[in-house]
Structures are given as structure tokens and as C-alpha cells.
T-cell receptor, first 114, second 113 residues
Framework: QQQVKQSPQSLIVQKGGISIINCAYENTAFDYFPWYQQFPGKGPALLIA?????SEKKEGRFTISFNKSAKQFSLHIMDSQPGDSATYFC?????????????FGKGTLLTVNP | NAGVMQNPRHLVRRRGQEARLRCSPMKGHSHVYWYRQLPEEGLKFMVY????????ESGMPKERFSAEFPKEGPSILRIQQVVRGDSAAYFC???????????FGQGTRLTVV
């Protein structure tokens, strides 16, 4: 049973465009929703995270939108750059806002063309 | 200020051999987590350890897999009698006592031939 569903599986965007990745979850006990960025041969790195008491969080060009009633959250990358090309994972946990026992989506391979 | 160190980066084992994966957490971190990433899959939680204690091993296969985090030295993930299905990338992450952010290592890519 996949508890966090991520789409699309792959995404191609032109430089300067907006990249949007969506995730949906089933477990209403999830209370922490981070996004990770992973480059080939590297480990995942925390990009941005949100808790369900807010509907949006922005850090630089990266924004998380959260819809608690729909059990969905998404990552928006504004002004996408070739250096943003990587695999992005959404995740969720039930551990009071910690990173303990994260449940990950399957990932989205983002390619930003110059 | 070294990050989470995993070694080896790549490990090749024949079926039936043992694989030992090591993880040194970031300085000051006392919590370690192991995740497994199969090809084209997200990471899946395996085990959560603190020094000398296994806190949650609900993601560990029931047989052949074990993990430890001794008082001194790195955390070890041990896979006995490896099979081809064990081929994957194994990631270790660590966090401080408040668990607010986990930092991942670069992973060990295990190939069973």
C-alpha cells in the first residue's frame, strides 16, 4: 500500500518556467511534509518542509502549497534553472514534526532545458 | 564539519555472502535511520536507532537483516546471505536529539551478483 502518491513521474520544463510536482496522501495522521532534492549519486537533501497548520510556505524560488481537506500538497519551482535538474521526492511523517520514519513518494525526475 | 559518512560507496557481493554497510552520523547527532531505495522507487524506512538502542525496526525484513549503533563507532547495517533482491541503494540519515531535520549520507550501492 503506497501511502504517498507522487506525480508526474518525470517532468521537462524550459529554463525560466514553473515546475509543479504533486503529492497526495492517505494517512490523516501525517503531520509533517518535507520535500527532498536528490542529484545522481548523492543522498537526498531537505529542500523545504511544511506542517498542516499553514497552507503555503515559500523559500526563495521554492513554494509548498498544502490542501489539508484534499490531502494533497505540491512543490512549485519558480524560474526553473538547469541546475534544478534532479529527482524530487515528497515525504510525510506522523512523528510530531520530525523526520522520524518518513514515508516517501516514488520521485519525480525534473529536467530543465536551457 | 563532515556530513553523514557512509562506506563503502559501492559494494558487490555474491549471492550467499554477507554485506556490512557503515554509517557515521554527523558530529553531535545521536539518532540514526536507515532507508533502502530500490530502482525507480522512493526511499523506504528500515530502522531507527539511538546509541545502543533499536527504537523502531518495523521496516526491517524479518530475516537476514540486522542493525546496530554501538556506543563507540559507526552504525552498521548487516545483511546476511544476500540475494539478488537485496540489490539497492542503502541510505543512512542522522539527526540530533530534537529530530527536527535528518541529514542523509551519499548512500551505499549494493549489487548482488
Amino acid at each position: 500500500q503506497q501511502q504517498v502518491k507522487q506525480s508526474p513521474q518525470s517532468l521537462i520544463v524550459q529554463k525560466g518556467g514553473i515546475s509543479i510536482i504533486n503529492c497526495a496522501y492517505e494517512n490523516t495522521a501525517f503531520d509533517y511534509f518535507p520535500w527532498y532534492q536528490q542529484f545522481p549519486g548523492k543522498g537526498p537533501a531537505l529542500l523545504i518542509a511544511i506542517r498542516p497548520d499553514v497552507s503555503e510556505k515559500k523559500e526563495g524560488r521554492f513554494t509548498i502549497s498544502f490542501n489539508k481537506s484534499a490531502k494533497q500538497f505540491s512543490l512549485h519551482i519558480m524560474d526553473s534553472q538547469p541546475g534544478d535538474s534532479a529527482t524530487y521526492f515528497c515525504a510525510a511523517s506522523t512523528s510530531g514534526g520530525s523526520n522520524y520514519k518518513l514515508t516517501f513518494g516514488k520521485g519525480t525526475l525534473l529536467t530543465v532545458n536551457p | 564539519n563532515a556530513g553523514v559518512m557512509q562506506n563503502p560507496r559501492h559494494l558487490v557481493r555474491r549471492r550467499g555472502q554477507e554485506a556490512r554497510l557503515r554509517c557515521s552520523p554527523m558530529k553531535g547527532h545521536s539518532h540514526v535511520y536507515w532507508y533502502r531505495q530500490l530502482p525507480e522507487e522512493g526511499l523506504k524506512f528500515m530502522v531507527y536507532l539511538q546509541k545502543e538502542n533499536i527504537i523502531d525496526e518495523s521496516g526491517m525484513p524479518k530475516e537476514r537483516f540486522s542493525a546496530e549503533f554501538p556506543k563507540e563507532g559507526p552504525s552498521i547495517l548487516r545483511i546476511q546471505q544476500v540475494v539478488r533482491g537485496d540489490s539497492a541503494a542503502y541510505f543512512c540519515a542522522s539527526s540530533s536529539a530534537d529530530n527536527t531535520e535528518a541529514f542523509f549520507g551519499q548512500g551505499t550501492r549494493l549489487t548482488v551478483v
